[in-house]
């Protein structure tokens, strides 16, 4: 199912979700990451900007719904829900549901909503399959950047701002769709870390980067610290059943290029 993902660095990306380009893929190592329990770290979080403005919180609000209106006409779109209705990506998604009637959303490092246009992007799609899909449960948001602000904006858009960082540590006990677009290597690793048993893993939609990208990465360049911030990345990448979403227009590009839906069983 996983489409061929064109060459890129997947570091640290930006606060608006860029990443850059790098050489070609020379070769593959297999590779293995050891099961090890992993310490429970969750801190306390506070917006450090807490205060409201009640006047940004409209005009971003306006911003929203104006991103949302112009995300449904597109092309990108129109795409993006055919792959989801169609029956091979649609079976991946009821193998995770099972016998439940929603899957959760996670989502985290969603970006600033307020400075950046991109992040616009990746929330308005969001928002947009919530009202799409019935499947689709509650929805979580945690970025440490967040503003007071903007956390009252995903307030009123239905979604609840975390207080405290999981830092990716999320235990999927039962079916939950990760939205991590353009999010560090690092984050993807520890929610893999956090769900390495089967029995948490098959509970597990990721909505991110491609991990067939992480893994020519790796491959060009061994010395990379990617290789070892992304570690069950590439240790799961064989186990993954990965479909590559398709970029139809400049608009789309820069918000959702190598972005792939994941899943961790197999799809039939």
Not at 2 to 26: P, Q, Y
Not at 95 to 106: D, I, K, N, R, T
Not at 166 to 192: I, S
Not at 202 to 208: C, S
């Amino acid at each position: 199912m996983a489409a061929s993902a064109k060459t890129l660095a997947l570091g640290n990306c930006s606060l608006d979700g860029e990443w850059t380009v790098v050489g070609r893929r020379r070769g593959k190592q297999r590779r293995h990451v050891p099961r090890i329990k992993m310490p429970e770290v969750r801190e306390a979080w506070t917006p450090a900007d807490a205060s409201i403005d009640t006047e940004r919180v409209s005009k971003l609000l306006q911003k929203l719904e104006i991103c949302m209106n112009r995300m449904e006409t597109s092309q990108f779109y129109q795409c993006f829900v055919e792959q989801i209705e169609n029956s091979e990506t649609f079976n991946c998604f009821r193998q995770v549901l099972g016998s439940e009637s929603e899957m959760q959303v996670v989502v985290y490092g969603i970006g600033s909503i307020d400075s950046y246009e991109t992040p616009r992007l990746q929330l308005s799609l969001l928002m947009l399959m919530k009202r799409k899909f019935s499947w689709m449960g509650g929805i979580e948001v945690f970025d440490p950047i967040l503003s007071g602000t903007e956390s009252r904006v995903l307030q009123a858009l239905g979604c609840s701002v975390l207080s405290v960082n999981e830092q990716g540590r999320r235990c999927a006990l039962k079916p939950t769709l990760f939205y991590m677009p353009h999010c560090e290597a690092e984050l993807y690793d520890n929610l893999l870390h956090a769900n390495q048993e089967a029995a948490t893993l098959k509970n597990v939609v990721l909505f991110g980067n491609s991990f067939e990208t992480y893994e020519e990465y790796a491959s060009a360049i061994r010395n990379s610290s990617i290789v070892h911030s992304a570690g069950h990345i590439l240790a799961l990448k064989k186990s993954t059943c990965e479909c590559k979403i398709q970029i139809v227009s400049d608009d789309s590009f820069k918000a959702f290029h190598d972005s792939s839906w994941h899943f961790f069983h197999q799809c039939a």
